[in-house]
């Protein structure tokens, strides 16, 4: 499958590039040219204008998706994740992460980690919207399943292969971080680390990334084992830049559920500048994992966002500043593409649509009634 897309600023070839024309050859990107493309008479989409933005698509490293439903009363306290997670069917689980992942493909973000339950069913929800999975499978966390490596290998068999960030860990108890990284080590994998849990310099194992931002104790054990990290902008707190430190982003549950809104956080609070903002959520963080995406360059994989500048809210298109116009101003999603597949176009998701959303809404409202009930109960007891 063959695809012309035309933009007026393409983002993430090393600087930002004037009226582009990118050819995309099944799944990869094939060519990225200021002139006209030769060999392209025959593409099936002819995408794109001069006044967009073509992007290569977002990455948030964590997420819960399955609570994305309940993030505001989770936020403030009026609900326990554990306790609503405890209430889930894994139809309910399926349904509440296909929101999540409707959401965030809204948005312009192709890849999207999660833990929580039911992790095969939420995994299964993300490819039906169309976004790839990056399924965390939780070890010494307050939803791990008893036996987590068990969970793992079910998972890892089933989603990935030796070398492939398919499946993961997260750590969330410091005595089973040496075994969660022999474990890692044994399939080449990366292992996520809680901001609870300490990093120290005898680990030897570099694929490790710190969740968290300037206020882990352990900062200078990463910078010097060349670990990474990955934050949480708008729940950091930190006195410094974190440049040196090339993070990526989690979105974990905040109310916003937005990963633009989250860099902007980081631009105006100067944790980043607005172009390593930028890369915070595309290369950067794709590096992480170690994939071929979240770069507008030959080869890789044609994960990419176009955003349209014609008008308010989402306007201008800045000549001089198309990083932050990407940040700031981008209210239009136009078009995104996973592997080489348009997954929406116009606006609008392909591969889901109104009575998927009706259904998670449905289910949402008998998870309030059962919540409800069981309050009234311990209330009467």
Sequence with gaps: MKTIIRAGFALG??????????GLQDSKIDVVSHDELTGYEDAELDIGGWDRIVSPGFITIHTYLSLYPFRF??????????????????????????LGAYHLLKQGVTTVGFSGNHLDIVARAVSE??????????????????????????????????????????????????DAVELA?????????????????????????????????????????????SFTPSYEVSKFPLSEYKPSVSLDLVPSFDIRHELAYTSTRLLLT???????????????????????????????????YSEPPAFPLDNVSPYETLIYSSY?????????????????????????????????????????????SLEKG
């Excluded at 959520?281 to 890789?300: A, C, F, P, R």
């Excluded at 080489?340 to 392909?350: A, C, I, K, Q, T």
């Design 129 to 178: 919207v169309g976004l790839r999975p990056i399924i965390i499978v939780p070890v010494g966390c307050s939803n791990s399943p008893s036996d987590w490596e068990k969970e793992f290998r079910t998972l890892f068999n089933r989603w990935s292969h030796k070398g492939a960030n398919n499946v993961i860990l997260k750590v969330c108890d410091q005595s089973l971080l040496r």
């Design 73 to 98: 009363r989770i936020f403030t306290g009026r609900e326990n994740a554990n306790q609503l997670l405890s209430t889930f069917s894994s139809n309910d689980a399926y349904y509440f992460s296909l």
């Design 185 to 229: 080590k044994e399939n080449e994998i990366v292992v996520l680390v809680d901001n609870k849990v300490y990093l120290t310099e005898d680990i030897d194992y570099d694929q490790i990334i710190g969740l968290g931002g300037g206020s882990r104790l352990d900062l200078e054990v990463i910078r010097k084992k060349g670990f990474k990290l």
């Design 13 to 22: 070839a090393g600087k930002p590039l004037r009226k582009v024309y990118v």
């Design 274 to 308: 607005a172009e390593d903002a930028f890369h915070s959520m595309t290369d950067w963080g794709y590096s992480q994992l170690k994939m071929n995406s979240g770069v507008l360059n030959t080869g890789y994989t044609a994960d990419l966002a176009i955003f349209q």
């Design 332 to 376: 239009s999603l136009e078009t995104v593409i996973v592997n080489g597949e348009p997954v929406l176009d116009g606006g609008l998701p392909l591969n889901v649509g109104l009575k998927d959303v009706e259904e998670g809404i449905r289910r949402l409202e008998e998870i309030d009634r059962k919540t409800g009930e069981r309050t009234r």
